[in-house]
């Protein structure tokens, strides 16, 4: 695989990121509930890379760009940070349409897992995928993560009620 690397999004960005939702709008609404359209503008993007530097200073969570060789070509990102007793957070991730299938999730994925268990310390990561999400299982499974629940019709689509498998992933154990 080409050069892969995951680094937080900055100003500089924005033209970047903000073609990418727009180039795959269509293609994330069909599995997620949708961005509010005042986000596919320039201010709407430069406001939630201000917002994601924000939350990462407060250490509430962590957004990252995915790049394979200078070409934006996805998103991971670690949110609802709990420390005080937990020390977990959950894991999100998406590619763009014209980028599935060549294991750039999986080594995003694994990428974010150093980092989480490594720098910032965290001791658990959550996940959750649909069930007829295969290639979301496989990345979650190929990374490490254990299937832990089965929650039915608990995710609301475009008017129709989906399931979700709940996925666990743990660190060394920290002190």
Do not use: K
């Amino acid at each position: 695989m080409a050069h892969l690397r995951i680094a937080a999004p900055q100003l500089d960005d924005l033209n970047d990121l903000l073609a990418f939702e727009e180039q795959n709008r269509a293609f994330f609404e069909a599995s997620i509930n949708a961005r509010s359209p005042s986000y596919y503008c320039s201010e709407g993007v430069a406001e939630a890379i201000v917002q994601a530097r924000q939350d990462a200073e407060a250490d509430r969570g962590y957004q990252f760009l995915i790049r394979q060789d200078g070409l934006l070509v996805g998103r991971v990102n670690l949110h609802r940070v709990q420390r005080h007793y937990f020390n977990c957070a959950e894991l999100g991730y998406r590619v763009g349409e014209r980028f599935i299938g060549r294991g750039i999730a999986r080594t995003a994925v694994a990428q974010v897992l150093q980092r989480a268990f490594g720098e910032l310390g965290l001791s658990r990561l959550e996940a959750n995928a649909r069930p007829e999400n295969i290639g979301s299982v496989r990345v979650l499974e190929a990374c490490g993560f254990s299937r832990y629940g089965h929650s039915r019709r608990s995710f609301l689509l475009h008017g129709q009620w989906f399931d979700r498998l709940h996925y666990e992933c743990h660190g060394p154990l920290q002190p």
